[in-house]
């Protein structure tokens, strides 16, 4: 099981299925502390996936209340300056 430490927190890392996702790329919740990346798609995706759900995650935490357009755009910017999250 992989985990990660975001502002003092631990948070859960699962790889599932596209089926468990409904579909989606990834999804985080912060109250019970995980977040989910579909394995189904290639590694470059699931990078990019979880740098944006640990920005989503961020803004919760801090209120940034950032909208999932800006929270996409902030991942794709942070990510093509190679920033990754080691997950
Ligand atoms: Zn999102």
């Known amino acids: 099981m992989k985990k990660i430490q975001i502002l ?3 948070y859960k890392i699962e790889y599932v299925d596209n089926k468990t996702l409904g579909g989606n790329c990834g999804d985080c919740n912060t109250e019970q502390a995980y ?3 579909n394995k189904e798609t290639t590694k ?3 990078e990019d996936t979880l740098l944006h759900e640990v920005i989503h995650i961020i803004s ?3 209120d940034l209340e ?3 357009p800006q929270t996409r755009r902030l991942a ?4 093509s300056i190679g920033v990754r999250v080691h997950g």
Do not use: A, D, N, S
């Open 8 to 10: 003092g927190k631990e």
């Open 35 to 37: 977040i989910r990346i």
């Open 44 to 46: 470059q995706h699931q």
């Open 60 to 62: 919760e935490e801090v």
């Open 66 to 68: 950032l909208t999932e």
């Open 76 to 79: 794709t910017v942070l990510y």
